[in-house]
């Protein structure tokens, strides 16, 4: 009797194949969650792990100093009740959001957008140096920055009472809300001018010598056919210089809250209450709510994201 190989039907894997093919891709999903594993535990250890801890913390009446620094007790929910029952902290949250809308989503933005709109047709050593001006004040440590805005505000030597002839003028203590706005709008303008002029440079100039042949004047381009095409980059730009600006603590650095808290914008009102006032417990818990307000604002752009690429 002759002995006959049976050959497995056409597209059937046998068992022994089966076998090193899922011993291929376990051993290739090893070798993936070994490359990933350290980034993992850099994850874990300097984002997942502060988290986790400050949920807790905002759960305690931990202290600096005292007896709930040695044996801080669990108080539940009742730090966000006294955040949120108390007019000082909804006197920082309407500051931050005129901070934000003023300095952030209306000056930095439109200042941003006039910048490279002017721009956009300038070469040579002129535009390098309007750009160089404005990145200047976007590279410039925060801490420098912020002593040559108290250099040009001081009010007996300052080189902007020096300039209008105000000497004397107390610009930090009468306006400082004001000066904190135009403060962030100086620092912070040349990100929207780079992403502007990236966007201006994508748009099609078929469209706009389109445009143009038709009669149309400038405000038209901007409004039919420029505006149109860097909706996705106007959208982008915003959320980032809202979530940015609404977290900025540089403000402090010039008027460190004061005077009386008008500029006590959010981020300082935790730093006032979790470090010079010693309440890390309470501090925890204004900072999950700020977190919270963040996560709003941030799904807000992104379902305004979605209703426009439906459209």
């Known amino acids: ?85 108390d007019p000082a902290f909804w006197n920082s949250l309407w500051l931050t959001l005129i901070f934000v809308v003023a300095s952030g989503i209306v000056g930095q933005t439109l200042i941003g957008f006039g910048l490279a709109w002017s721009v956009r047709n300038i070469t040579g050593w002129v535009k390098a140096l309007i750009e160089g001006l404005v990145l200047a004040a976007w590279v410039i440590p925060a801490s420098v920055a912020s002593f040559l805005w108290l250099a040009l505000l ?38 929207s001018m780079q992403l502007f002029s990236s966007a201006l440079s994508a748009v099609p100039p078929s469209q706009i010598e389109s445009a143009k042949m038709v009669g149309a004047s400038g405000w038209q381009q901007l409004r039919d056919v420029i505006v149109p095409n860097i909706k996705g ?17 540089t403000p402090y650095l010039v008027t460190a809250g004061g005077p009386n808290g008008k500029t006590e914008i959010l981020s300082v009102y935790i730093y006032e209450t979790a470090i010079p006032g010693g309440q890390l417990g309470l501090g925890a818990a204004i900072s999950l709510i700020m977190l919270l307000i963040n996560l709003v604002i941030a799904l807000g752009y992104v379902r305004v994201a979605q209703g426009r690429r439906k459209r």
């Open 1 to 85: 009797m002759t002995s006959s190989t049976v050959t497995p039907p056409a597209g059937r894997v046998t068992a022994p194949r089966r076998r090193r093919a899922d011993d291929v891709a376990g051993l290739g999903k090893a070798r993936a969650g070994l490359f990933v594993a350290p980034a993992l535990i850099i994850i874990g250890i300097f984002l997942l792990f502060p988290a986790v801890w400050t949920v807790w913390l905002g759960m305690t009446d931990y202290r600096l100093t005292g007896l709930q620094a040695a044996s801080p007790e669990f108080v539940g929910l009742e730090n966000y009740t006294e955040a949120l029952t």
């Open 233 to 249: 980059h106007i959208l982008t730009n915003t959320l980032l210089i809202t979530l940015w600006t609404f977290n900025t603590f």
């Open 154 to 191: 001081d009010r007996r030597t300052g080189t902007v009472n020096a300039l209008l002839g105000t000497e004397g003028a107390a610009w930090l203590i009468d306006h400082p809300m004001e000066a904190i706005i135009l403060f962030n709008i100086w620092v912070g303008t040349a990100f």
